[in-house]
């Protein structure tokens, strides 16, 4: 159990404040770009002129200063409010291969006395849950589903300064300030970030209290099972003649027909045409332990049910490994029966509704409304459709992919797993063993 987990700064790259100001000066100076970098000091001197700019509404000069951070010790909750972040890069320990017996979890500084009591008392039962699953040989893929999403979570996190002064703001003043945990972390991250670019971030805070948020209201319902499911919601009317004109734009493969051109596409190394055709899918009583399998790809827009959501519902899905297995299951339904019966508890005694949020179970399920172009589906496919992707997202994007081919058979029936797509499998020695190769490729 730990109460305070912390986030700081372990790099950043070399003289990027001198880089930010020689950015603010090249678009209105003479001289070439090392004689203008040359001409900054590196202290108030570049900060004075990057806050005239700034405030002129020119942030992009941030985007030449690179930080990466740590997340030590904080809640999972913590970890996808910040992996939504579309500009950073996020390395996270998995679920998947490491055992979380000894992770601990985070504990709300505003309960104290007998909630307090009942909150930790809680919390360390479904961990015993997790063990007890693992020590009926269930994967620990599986037995994580148990787990509340206050349990700990170490990662690294590595964006510019622009799209950190936007995570900083909207954990402290955005829609993150709700959050006791994440407002603690946003403070350790803006005095850091201060200490490099004095006052900057002081002219951001009013934007983000613009930010609307839905409201947690709801009844908490009782715990049951449910089904994934994922539907293609938009497409192209005609999504064959959108690509058939992006090719003809660009003037590749001229001598082949659009499904061979399709084929070709799918290996090229610029497959900018695919961009062109956008889609937008719902995804259905997901695990919340499967989002961040979604929210890692970087090129998308997602839009995602708040944590407190998958509370309210109650729902859970039920991996096959526990299904099979009689001693599982009992421990497994038992596990999300008890949680909401303390839950419910802990709401009587007066508990908030930000701190229900830590109830969720990392099986409990949310709903997700993405859209994608197509060269970033080729690549969320190529990954997900593997046998080797976790095998919730697994299912689904076999479902997506099949919806996609009903739109098109030319274009879709090329994407697939990295075996089908690229005729190898990319996995060395974890690889199935079966790869997907297709029957006949045209030339």
Not at 357 to 375: H, K, Q
Request: hydrophobic residues 40%; contains cysteine; negative net charge.
């Amino acid at each position: 159990m730990q109460t305070k987990g912390e986030a700081r700064f372990i790099a950043m790259s070399d003289h990027g404040l001198n880089v930010c100001a020689a950015s603010a000066r090249i678009s209105t100076t003479d001289g070439t770009a090392l004689e203008i970098f040359g001409k900054g000091d590196g202290g108030e001197r570049d900060l004075k002129l990057i806050r005239k700019v700034l405030g002129s509404g020119h942030k992009s000069l941030l985007e030449h200063h690179v930080f990466s951070l740590a997340l030590e010790n904080v809640s999972v909750l913590v970890e996808q409010f910040l992996i939504e972040f579309r500009l950073a890069s996020f390395t996270v320990k998995s679920r998947r291969y490491v055992n979380f017996s000894g992770a601990g979890f985070y504990v709300p500084d505003s309960l104290s006395g007998d909630a307090r009591e009942k909150y930790v008392a809680g919390m360390t039962d479904r961990f015993s849950d997790y063990n007890q699953l693992m020590a009926l040989d269930i994967p620990k893929e599986d037995a994580r589903f148990v787990l509340p999403y206050c349990f700990l979570s170490n990662f690294y996190l590595t964006c510019n300064a622009r799209e950190l002064i936007h995570i900083i703001c909207s954990m402290i003043y955005g829609r993150g300030s709700m959050f006791a945990e994440l407002v603690m972390l946003g403070e350790q991250l803006l005095s850091q970030f201060e200490a490099v670019y004095p006052g900057v971030i002081e002219s951001e805070k009013a934007h983000y209290e613009r930010c609307a948020v839905a409201p947690f209201e709801g009844e908490f319902h009782a715990a049951s099972a449910v089904v994934p499911s994922i539907k293609l919601l938009s497409a192209p009317a005609d999504p064959e003649s959108l690509l058939q004109g992006a090719l003809q734009f660009t003037g590749r493969f001229p001598d082949l027909t659009l499904k061979q051109a399709a084929q070709a596409l799918v290996r090229d190394a610029r497959p900018r045409e695919l961009e062109c055709l956008s889609f937008t899918y719902l995804v259905k009583d997901v695990s919340l332990a499967s989002v961040t399998h979604y929210t890692r790809h970087r090129m998308q827009s997602p839009l995602i049910k708040q944590v407190i959501a998958a509370v309210h519902r109650g729902a859970y899905i039920v991996p096959d490994t526990i299904a099979a297995n009689e001693q599982a299951i009992r421990i497994y339904q038992n596990a999300f029966e008890r949680n909401h019966q303390v839950l419910m508890e802990m709401m009587d005694m007066g508990m908030s509704y930000e701190n229900a949020s830590y109830f969720a179970l990392a099986g409990n399920v949310i709903d997700m409304m993405i859209t994608m172009n197509a060269r970033e589906l080729l690549h969320f496919l190529k990954l997900r459709t593997c046998t080797r992707a976790q095998w919730e997202i697994q299912k689904l994007s076999v479902s997506l992919l099949e919806q996609l081919r009903t739109c098109s058979h030319t274009i879709f029936d090329s994407f697939g797993p990295s075996c089908a797509v690229e005729l190898r499998c990319p996995e060395g020695r974890m690889s199935c063993g079966k790869p997907q190769f297709p029957k006949d490729v045209d030339a």
